[in-house]
Each structure stands twice: as C-alpha cells, then as structure tokens.
C-alpha cells in the first residue's frame, strides 16, 4: 500500500559527506580520463597531469562541501516559508512526486545560490580580470584586453545581474516541473526509483539506491528534456542531426553518469555515513 511522505528536513551533515564523496569519486575518474587524454594525444606533456589531477580533485571537494551543505541548509529553511516536497512510496518504491512544491523550492534554492556566486563573483573577478587585462596591456594583446575589459562592464550591469538571477530561477523552475512530471509517468508505469530505507530515531535513513532503476528514468528524462533543448535549438536555427546528437547523448551521459553515482552511493555510504532525511506521514 502506498504512504504519502512529505520531506520535512535534510541532515545536513550526512548530505554534504555523501554527495560530496561522490562527486571526489567522479572528479577521480575525470582525472584518469584526462591524464590517459594528454598521454594519448600528447605524450610529452603527460607530467602536465600532475599539476590537473590535484587541481580537479580539492576543486570539486571545496565546491560540493559548499554546494551541498548551502543546499540541505537553503531547504530546510525555505520548508517553513514554502510548501515542503511531497512523495508518495510503495514498498521502497518512489511512485510519484510533487511536482510544483519541487520545482518552486529547488528553483528558489537555485537563485539564492546564484546570488551568493554573483556577490563572491563582485569581489574576486574584477581584481582576476584587472589583473589579467594588464598583463596582457604589458604583453602587447590590446584588444584581447578590450574584449576583456568589455566583458566585465556586461558582468557588473544591473539588467545583467537581474536576468542571471531571475533566469536561474525560471529555467530551473521549468526543467525540474517537466522532469517531475516525466517521472510521474514512468513511475506510473511502473518504472519508479527504488530505494531501501530504514528508520533511525526520528530519521529516514536511505540504505541503498536500486542502480538499474535510477539509471533508466534518469536517462529517459534527460533524453526528453535534451529534445526539448534540441527543438528549441532547431527553431533557432540549429540542425536535426543537432538534435539527434542532443538526445543520445543525454540518453546515454545520464544513464552512465545516474549508474556510477547509485553504484559509488552503495559503495561508500556504509563507510561515509548515509543520507538521512526527515519524513512525515501525510
């Protein structure tokens, strides 16, 4: 029989470690696939790889503590003032989700975000890109620096900084409402996500992630949204092989990319700690 869930809270300390871990599991692989790149195109530079593979590795650790735990903290804030996240569960079995509550908070967590990135941006790119545009004034690339110069006036208009935001949060707010809405289909026909879960205290805790099931409905909901995108790339101007190209490779990229991360979930929550989550019965 199926429960109605409504997400009350997220431990942030167990969401930050997980999904941190796996995005360090990712950036690892990343590594390898560059430094087998630069070996394979261009041998002699392969010590380059040295200097990348630290580089992508504490990068990605240093954006997901932040991303994650900014995100968990945003939710559970934004649930006094917003609608919470409502599921409905059979047997593990995650048949349909809210879909208006989900796309308002995550697009509004969303804006937040680009917000914050934007006042770090104000502070830290003007004296990058100052830096840069005399370097390059000294070394004789004027119009290099011109371009670059204009780019930062773009950067630091309020209508540039109003469209950012705003539009963060409307493009957010339409792609997670379509793909909620795909995933109600799929999980009517019975192609819902499947997880394990157990309870600790007050907590949900989630055991494990089918990877199979998570794999197929993540690939088919990026195929359609990556149709989406191509149709409206074709309006635009683009091709039908565009599109083609758009679709396999959201098809293919998000059932690999959804593979790996329930395979590293499985892998490393016993070890890390697994996401905890608060639920209340409806």
């Not at 009517?188 to 007050?202: A, D, P, Q, T």
């Amino acid at each position: 029989m199926a429960s109605v869930k409504e997400l009350k809270s997220i431990d942030l300390s167990s969401y930050t470690i997980i999904l941190t871990g796996i995005g360090v599991i990712f950036a690892l692989l990343l590594s390898i696939i560059v430094t087998i790149g630069i070996g394979i195109v261009s041998p002699e530079n392969i010590g380059v790889s040295i200097y990348i593979i630290p580089t992508i590795i504490v990068g990605t650790f240093m954006i997901g503590i932040y991303r994650y735990f900014s995100e968990g903290l945003f939710y559970n804030l934004l649930t006094k003032k917003l609608k919470n996240i409502k599921f409905a569960l059979n047997n593990g079995e995650l048949i349909k989700i809210s879909t208006t509550e989900t796309a308002t908070i995550i697009a509004t967590i969303t804006a937040i975000q680009s917000v914050l990135i934007y006042l770090v941006s104000t502070f830290i790119l003007p004296l990058m890109l100052n830096t840069t545009i005399q370097t390059l004034m000294f070394s004789g690339q004027q119009l290099l620096a011109y371009n670059l110069y204009q780019i930062m006036l773009l950067i630091s208009q309020p209508m540039t900084i109003i469209m950012f935001i705003f539009g963060s949060f409307v493009i957010t707010f339409v792609f997670v409402l379509i793909g909620t809405y795909i995933y109600n289909i799929l999980a009517s026909k019975g192609r819902g996500i499947v997880l394990e879960l157990s309870k600790e205290n007050n907590m949900t805790t989630i055991d494990s992630i089918d990877m199979m099931s998570f794999a197929i409905v993540i690939a088919i909901i990026n195929g359609i949204l990556n149709l989406i995108i191509g149709i409206i790339m074709l309006i635009s101007g683009g091709t039908v092989m565009a599109i083609i190209t758009s679709v396999i490779s959201g098809v293919v990229g998000g059932f690999i990319s959804a593979a790996l991360a329930a395979i590293f979930y499985n892998f490393i929550a016993p070890k890390l700690g697994k996401l905890k989550i608060e639920l209340i019965d409806l």
